[in-house]
């Protein structure tokens, strides 16, 4: 059985850093496409980042891009997401995710394109 147990959520203060890990276990497939996801009280989900677990191609959403990274350790099977000048409005439920492999263009941040989750780390970001 695929599970995927994200660790790492806190609260922090604005422009403060946080490091989510997700743990992967029991796959069926021998490749893969991993995202974070985030979704706030009242809000849809929404992309975040993606990676490819092979090539290790990195995609994210503009709001994002350059304060968090993605990255994924093949040895440990595991998916990280630094993120670094955070912002109150970052704050949100966290989720990773696994999808088949590859996607292409916005299908890497379409949570329609993912059918394996997390249970979720929450992130909160005081001002």
């Known amino acids: 059985q695929v599970q995927l147990m994200e660790s790492g959520g806190g609260s922090v203060q604005a422009g403060g850093s946080l490091r989510l890990s997700c743990a992967a276990s029991?796959?069926?497939?021998?490749?893969?496409?991993m995202a974070w996801f985030r979704q706030a009280p009242g809000k849809e989900r929404e992309g975040v980042a993606y990676?490819?677990?092979?090539?290790?191609?990195?995609r994210y959403a503009d709001s994002v891009k350059d304060r968090f990274a993605i990255s994924y350790d093949n040895a440990k099977n595991t998916l990280y997401l630094q993120m670094d000048n955070l912002k109150p409005e970052d704050t949100a439920m966290y989720y990773c995710?696994?999808?088949?492999?590859?996607?292409?263009?916005?299908?890497?941040?379409?949570?329609?394109?993912?059918?394996?989750w997390g249970q979720g780390t929450q992130v909160t970001v005081s001002s």
């Open positions: 029991g796959y069926s497939r021998s490749t893969y496409s």
């Open positions: 995710a696994s999808g088949p492999r590859p996607l292409w263009g916005a299908e890497r941040l379409a949570k329609t394109r993912y059918d394996i």
């Open positions: 990676i490819d677990s092979i090539i290790h191609y990195t």
